[in-house]
Each structure stands twice: as structure tokens, then as C-alpha cells.
């Protein structure tokens, strides 16, 4: 597959909020703003409903190209950002840092919206969720507190790098280096400026130039979408979140139909532990991609990003029929 930019610049627009779609906040039920972003009607026949959830240190502006691809096959879609990232505050000791003290601020948030959002839109309804999003997607129906009538991840965050270092001796050294300062400070150094893209990060996230750098000018024209590194206390909330999931029986309890999409070239997250939770869960079913892709499937070259989509959709199709 060709690794370089999409040939041609498709007819949307990824630097520019679609007229069809409409820009809001929903407040959790502690009263703190989350940034979220629908299409109310469908273009054409009615689908159902699709919500979407992006990673760690994501902004919804990333991921428009698929969401308004969705939305023309007939999804009533909607996506939101996590509280303290993007356009939702922040919770940790400056503007840049992503810290949370415990993933269940998180999932947490996820169930009270989801009652809320399926309460208000038709049926069925889809969760598709990215990286950390697919970790807190999963957690969430591995609790049975939410129940979608079907689940996408793409590069779902279900095992941290590197994987060959056991995850209770991560978890252990994470905890002693978070108690030797400030759990909230960075964990890594990103760049000289607070907040800036580092050099190389695109290695590790798409192949397709263009698509990469619609993230760079979204952060320039909407400059408090800017986020580097994770937190030390990041890092624990997170190790914490994955045993949670690895626990026996935890994930051979889920009962929906689980679609995941990963790729053995990631940096990110651990493909064997992607693995390991599809042969786990009952109905999941595993795409795996080589070289060809990086990290964020969603945003690949068209040959990758195009095949994810089909096959997501027909996923659906299967899996979530249209309700008459």
C-alpha cells in the first residue's frame, strides 16, 4: 500500500466544522463543561445513532473527515471530548499536561452521558472509539454500565510499551516515580515549548502528511486544543485501568459484538495485548494491519483508511441493523 500522502484532496473540507454539524457543551452531572459536537439529522435514510470517542490528548477536529463520512451513510452522530483534554479544561498543574488522578472520572463521565444521549436519539446505537477512548469504551461495557448494540476500537490503549516488561512491575515503577514529586507533572519532555508537537511524532501516529497536519493547524487556530505529555499520575490511572481489564473473566463477560482494528506497527500501544483481549472476548472479531499502518487508522493514507471504513461498516451492518 502507498505510504505517502492520499493522492488527491478529497471534496471535504478537515480544516473547517461541516454546516451539517453544530458545536456544544453537555454538563456532567458534577457541572463541569464537556465539549461535544453532533449532526442531528442524517443525510438521507436514517441509519441510527453512532457516537465517537478519541484518545489521549485528541481533539474531536481530528477525526471530522470520518465522522461526516458517517453521518452521510446515515448515522445521527455525535463525538465529545474527555474532561481535561481539548476544548474541556484541564486537570493537572499547567494548560499542557494530561493528568487524571482515576480513569473512573472518565467512565464515569461516559455512562451519565450515554443515558442521556440514547435517551434522545434513535436507535440503534454504536460506540466507536480510538486508543484510550477504546480503553474507557471497554471498560465501560466490561462494568455492563453502558450497552451499545455494537463496539469499534481502532488501536484500543489495552497494554502500554513496552509490553515485554510485566505490567505489575510497570505499574509498581510508575508508582514509586509518581511519589518522588508531583503526580502531576509531565512524564516525558515533548519539546522546548510547553504544549508543542514534538519532531518526529508523526512516525508514530500516520503515514498521510496531509492528514497529520490538519492536527497542526487546528492547535494554531484553536490554540487550548494544545496538549503534550501525560501525567506521572496519568501513567499509574492508566497501568490501574489495564489490570483492571486483564483481570480473569473480566473481558469474557462482555457481550456485545466487538470489532477491533490494530496494527503490529504501532508505538503506542501494545498489539499483543489488543490481541490477547480479542481471543478473550466472545464475539470479537480482529483486523490487524502490517507496516502499512501506524497508530491512527482513522487518519491513515486512503488505501488503509478507506478499507477501515468498509470494513466498520460492514461490521455494522451485521451487527446493528436498522430498526423499522
Known amino acids: ?11 471535504f473540507d478537515r480544516r473547517a466544522i461541516p454546516d451539517a454539524a453544530i458545536e456544544g457543551r453537555w454538563k456532567a452531572p458534577d457541572g463541569h463543561a ?5 449532526w442531528l439529522l442524517p443525510r438521507g435514510a436514517l441509519r441510527g445513532s453512532l457516537l465517537f470517542l478519541p484518545g489521549r490528548g485528541d481533539c474531536y477536529e481530528k477525526y471530522l473527515e470520518a465522522l461526516d463520512e458517517w453521518h452521510a451513510r446515515g ?14 479544561g484541564r486537570g493537572g498543574g499547567d ?36 486508543s484510550m477512548g477504546g480503553h474507557l469504551a471497554l471498560r465501560a461495557v466490561a462494568e455492563r454500565r453502558i450497552d451499545p448494540e455494537a463496539l469499534v476500537l481502532t488501536a ?29 507533572r509531565p512524564a516525558w519532555k515533548s519539546s522546548e515549548k510547553p504544549g508543542a508537537l514534538p519532531g518526529g511524532r508523526e512516525s508514530l501516529l500516520t503515514w498521510d502528511e496531509a492528514r497529520y497536519a490538519d492536527e497542526t ?68 472479531e480482529l483486523v490487524t494491519y502490517g507496516p502499512e499502518a501506524r497508530h491512527e487508522i482513522l487518519r491513515e ?16 451492518d451485521r451487527h446493528a441493523p436498522v430498526v423499522d
Open 75 to 88: 448515522w445521527r452522530v455525535t463525538a465529545i471530548d474527555w474532561r481535561f483534554q481539548a476544548l474541556s
Open 95 to 130: 494548560p499542557w499536561t494530561g493528568h487524571i488522578d482515576d480513569f473512573e472520572i472518565w467512565t464515569t463521565d461516559l455512562v451519565a452521558f450515554w443515558k442521556k444521549w440514547v435517551a434522545s436519539t434513535p436507535g440503534p446505537h454504536v460506540l466507536i472509539a480510538h
Open 34 to 38: 464537556i465539549r461535544r459536537i453532533d
Open 217 to 284: 493547524w487546528w492547535r494554531e487556530q484553536r490554540p487550548d486544543l494544545a496538549m503534550g505529555p501525560a501525567s506521572w499520575g496519568w501513567i499509574v490511572a492508566a497501568l490501574r485501568s489495564i489490570r483492571m481489564l486483564a483481570e480473569p473473566g473480566v473481558l469474557e463477560a462482555v457481550e456485545i459484538p466487538v470489532l477491533m482494528l490494530a496494527t503490529r506497527a504501532d508505538r503506542l500501544v501494545s498489539h499483543r495485548a489488543i490481541a490477547e483481549a480479542a481471543r478473550r472476548i466472545p464475539h470479537a
Open 1 to 11: 500500500m502507498d505510504r505517502g500522502s492520499s493522492p488527491a484532496p478529497r471534496a
Open 301 to 316: 493514507s486512503d488505501p488503509v483508511r478507506d478499507a477501515a471504513l468498509a470494513r466498520i461498516e460492514e461490521f455494522l
Open 156 to 184: 484500543p490503549m489495552l497494554g502500554i510499551l513496552p509490553d515485554a516488561v510485566p505490567p505489575s512491575l510497570l505499574l509498581a515503577t510508575a508508582r514509586l516515580i509518581a511519589r518522588l514529586g508531583d503526580p502531576r
